[in-house]
C-alpha cells in the first residue's frame, strides 16, 4: 500500500477530487488517471466490478500516483475484506442506515485495536515480503480512508451520531439515492432533498469529518465547494457521454 494521498490532503483540510469508473479495464483506468484526478473509485455496487477486476484496476491507479478506492455491493465484513485485500486505500461503503452500521463499517476496514478486519497474506499486504505484518496492521489502519454513503431519511435522521464515530473520514451525499428515499426519484433539486442535505452539510462541515458529495457537473461541484464540502466526485461517463454528444451535434448540424 502506498500513502494514502488523498487521506493526507483531506487532512490537512484540502480539497481533493475524484472519479467513479464502473469499466474494469485497467488501460482505461490507467487514462482517466492520468488527467490529474486526486482519487479513483471503482464501483463495484453500480457495475460489475468484482474484487479480481479491482485488483488491475488498483494496479493501474498506483502507477499515476492516484488513490485506488472501492465503492462495495454491500456493508458487509467479508465483502469489504475482498476488496481491501486486492490493494485498494479505502472503501465507499452504500446504504448505511444506522450508526451502528457505520460502526461496523469502520470495524471491517481496520485491524484490531480499532477493528475486526481479516488478517492474511494478499497483495495490500504486499504479501508479507517487505514488512512484519504488525508494521502492516498499523499502516494500513492509518491509511485507509472510509466513506460513509448518507443516502436515505434514516442516515440523515442519525447524521449527529455519524459524526460522532472515529475511523469515518468522509460523509458522503448521494443526492440521487436521497431524492428516491424522499419519494423525489431523481429529483435533488427538489426543496425536501434540498432540506436535507443542508442538513447533513450544517452537521458535518464544522466536524472532523470532510462532507462528501457526487456533483455531475461543474456547477454542482462549485455549489458544495462554496457549501463547505472538500471531498467531491463525478463519474467517468458523462464526460464520455458530453464529448460525444457535443462533438455528433456539431458535426450534423
Not at 90 to 104: I, L, R, S, Y
Not at 150 to 171: C, K, P, R
Not at 194 to 204: E, I
Request: net charge negative.
Amino acid at each position: 500500500m502506498l500513502e494514502n494521498t488523498t487521506k493526507t490532503k483531506l487532512l490537512a483540510g484540502e480539497t481533493v477530487l475524484g472519479c467513479f469508473i464502473k469499466h474494469s479495464e485497467p488501460a482505461f483506468a490507467e487514462f482517466v488517471a492520468m488527467q490529474g484526478w486526486d482519487f479513483l473509485v471503482f464501483d463495484a455496487e453500480h457495475g460489475t466490478l468484482q474484487p479480481r477486476d479491482v485488483e488491475g484496476l488498483c494496479r493501474a491507479a498506483e502507477l499515476r500516483e492516484v488513490t485506488p478506492i472501492a465503492r462495495v455491493t454491500t456493508n458487509q465484513p467479508h465483502i469489504i475484506l475482498r476488496f481491501l485485500d486486492t490493494g485498494i486505500h479505502g472503501v465507499h461503503v452504500p446504504w448505511v442506515n444506522t450508526a451502528a452500521a457505520v460502526e461496523q463499517a469502520v470495524q471491517s476496514v481496520k485491524y484490531q485495536p480499532r477493528g475486526r478486519r481479516g488478517l492474511a497474506g494478499s497483495r495490500a499486504s504486499d504479501w508479507g515480503m517487505y514488512e512484519s505484518i504488525g508494521e502492516y496492521t498499523k499502516r494500513a489502519n492509518r491509511e485507509t480512508i472510509v466513506v460513509i454513503h448518507i443516502e436515505t431519511m434514516d442516515a440523515v435522521n442519525a447524521i449527529d451520531d455519524y459524526v460522532g464515530i472515529d475511523g469515518v473520514d468522509v460523509l458522503f451525499i448521494g443526492p440521487t439515492d436521497l431524492s428516491h428515499s424522499l419519494g423525489h426519484p431523481g429529483d435533488p433539486a427538489h426543496p425536501e432533498v434540498a432540506a436535507a442535505m443542508d442538513r447533513v452539510a450544517d452537521a458535518v462541515v464544522d466536524s472532523d469529518k470532510a462532507l462528501g458529495i457526487y456533483a455531475g457537473s461543474p456547477a454542482t461541484a462549485e455549489q458544495w465547494l462554496d457549501r463547505g464540502a472538500r471531498y467531491l466526485a463525478t463519474g467517468v461517463d458523462g464526460f464520455i457521454e458530453q464529448g460525444m454528444q457535443a462533438y455528433l451535434s456539431r458535426l450534423r448540424n
